[in-house]
């Protein structure tokens, strides 16, 4: 019941910048964490970046400062602002939300994942 779009991909040099965008529809209501996760070539899908509804952010280690993920509320759309890319930073960014709903008198989590965006950085 949650759709999530990303968008925002593309090609980049090493060092410059790129912004994603994941617009969430649907049954948005009860979304209390939202993430980027990417798929690098040659490793496991991983994460790069989360947000809690209350703002509370976290990065991976790799990310060291030079991303960002944000969140427009008016937009149900979550940000990821990156900046100082590396050619190691290539690969399919996925968006990821966390949406918790009452089920009979109990509370169950589900996941919800965007389609993902390419991102390539070249050097």
């Known amino acids: 019941q949650v759709q999530l779009v990303e968008s925002g991909g593309g090609l980049a040099q090493a060092g410059g910048s790129l912004r994603l965008s994941c617009a969430a529809s649907?049954?948005?209501?009860?979304?209390?964490?939202m993430a980027w996760h990417r798929q690098v070539p040659g490793k496991q899908r991983e994460l790069v970046a989360t947000?809690?509804?209350?703002?509370?952010?976290n990065y991976a280690d790799f990310v060291e400062g030079r991303f960002t993920i944000s969140k427009d509320h008016a937009k149900n759309t979550v940000y990821l602002q990156m900046n100082s890319l590396k050619p190691e930073d290539t690969g399919v960014y996925y968006c990821?939300?966390?949406?918790?709903?009452?089920?009979?008198?109990?509370?169950?989590?589900?996941?919800?994942w965007g389609q993902g965006t390419q991102v390539t950085v070249s050097s």
């Open positions: 990821y939300a966390k949406r918790d709903v009452l089920q009979w008198g109990k509370t169950v989590t589900h996941d919800y």
């Open positions: 649907g049954s948005i209501f009860g979304i209390n964490d």
């Open positions: 947000r809690t509804a209350a703002g509370i952010t």
